[in-house]
């Protein structure tokens, strides 16, 4: 029974670890569609552990190892329960010492998250538990054997080898597997691209961003600043949402400057044509942060419900989903229409475009770190790149 419980939590294992490796691979190319189901609040949120530098061994995310390295565990107690082997007790120390492994990568990563970049995620944490659990089931389930450790290692290139080869496989899956969705998702060019992206940011001219922009957050004393210029109805900026936000999270030294960049020429003379959602979408943005503090709500908020705003198309649909914004935060409709109509909002709009438009923005998201234009920006590797760059010119 013992064994039987092991082979079904190491599946469970790599499950979860071939959900964690698909959402890193989304969040790292900037594919993600809203906000992760595994992100709870700043504390609990899967997005700003995948961001980090520690989500990745060798350029391996450190979840496909977690898949590989669990499904050949599997594939040990799947052995064992099937009763293959003609020497168990030898199966039980191998699979014994492998779980063993992995329950201590465990206690790394989870002393990293809580201690380093100081924030969990939930299905890792689910992970970590189901490493003990299985260690300790395979713990229980060892046969008694008299051999030593020295000669279960000299065994491994000996009667033994059929192990030893699972042991080299291990990283040949995690290199194949690895390169196998970077050619899924067309990033095969990535570390090229990101290379001449840096060396591309480094020759652009600098610009003077000397208008406030809509919203801010993140280090108050930043060796990186990135600004960026969005559309609320732009699909490429939503998907953008999620790797900004959990790259900025998950580099305390960096500041987010958001601008907007309405695609509506009734507030930007940079476009030619527009129907005024954007921005109204933008004022709403702006005054929902001078009056309550809540203009990271309404940003999210909008992006949210983005497909939905931009698919029934009217102002009034638009309006609407504010308006419901506004009621579950209990803000007064009345004076925040006042705003929102008012010329304090028009002009700090018009005057957040009139900037983008000046800097040489075209199309959105468009990206600038620390003064100049950024391709790419909304690719946390690209982004890595960038701080890892200004880290050394800082030392």
Known sequence: MKLRLAFLFSLIAVGIHSYLTLHYYQLNFGLLEGASICNINARFNCDTVTASSFAALLGVPMALWGAVTNGILALLLLIWNLKWSDDVPRLG???????????????VMGSIATFYIRSECIFCMSEYLISFIVFGLIWASQEPDTRPFGTYILELFGPARNYLALIVALPIAGFLLNYSFFNHYGATELPAVVHDTVLDWRSSPKVVMNTPPLLTKGSKKPIMTLAEFADFRCPHCRHAVGAVDAFIASHPDVQLKFYAFPLDNTCNEAVPSGDG???????????????????????????????????????????????????????????????????????AIRAQAQLGAQAGVKGTPTFFVNDRMLTRGSLIPVLDAVHSALEKAKH
């Not at 908020?301 to 504010?322: E, F, K, P, R």
């Open 93 to 107: 120390r191998y699979s014994l010492w492998l779980s063993g492994f992995i329950a201590l990568t465990s206690i």
């Open 277 to 347: 959602i954007s921005c109204y979408l933008a004022r709403a943005v702006y005054c929902a942060q001078k009056l309550n503090n809540l203009g990271w709500a309404l940003h999210h908020y909008i992006y949210n419900h983005q497909i939905l705003i931009d698919t029934v198309g009217t102002m009034s649909y638009a309006q609407g989903q504010i308006t419901d914004f506004l009621k579950a935060h209990n803000v007064d409709e009345q004076y925040f229409s006042s705003c929102v109509t008012g010329t304090a909002a028009d002009a």
